[in-house]
């Protein structure tokens, strides 16, 4: 009687055990996610569509709320662009600036930022600045 008790402790314990080796606490790691950049406000150039912007033109766009804000970088032609990052505590509003020195020029504006989990986004759009129009119009002189 007393070995069977034994059994069927031992049995017991071994089913037991099985369940809890199976549990898999990795399924509760979080993934990293690529950051995504949206509205874009300036008009998107393409080869059926060729819109053009105004030299100095502002733009803006969004960045997900889980980046480092630190890490961003802004490039036009490889250049560095002047750039604000305004919190919106779910996400982050970026604004600047098209330079005048691209004035008739196609431009690309390239953005990248870490994600605080380490994965990087990276995105771009690709603009026509029109050429510069005159501030003021000369008028003819009277005959």
Avoid: H
Avoid at 23 to 50: D, I, Q, R, W
């Amino acid at each position: 009687m007393k070995q069977l008790l034994k059994l069927s402790i031992m049995a017991l314990t071994l089913v037991l055990s099985q369940q809890a080796i199976a549990y898999n606490a990795g399924n509760t790691e979080e993934t990293c996610k690529k950051p995504k950049f949206k509205s874009f406000t300036l008009p998107v150039y393409k080869s059926t569509a060729k819109l053009e912007v105004a030299p100095e033109s502002e733009f803006s766009f969004t960045m997900p709320g889980k980046v480092d804000p630190t890490t961003l970088k802004v490039t036009a032609k490889k250049k560095k662009m002047a750039v604000k990052v305004e919190n919106k505590n779910s996400f982050y509003l970026v604004t600047g600036k098209i330079p005048a020195e691209y004035t008739g020029k196609y431009l690309r504006i390239d953005v990248q930022v870490k994600a605080r989990m380490g994965c990087r986004g990276s995105d771009g759009w690709l603009i026509k600045v029109s050429n510069a129009i005159p501030t003021s119009v000369p008028t003819p002189a009277p005959e």
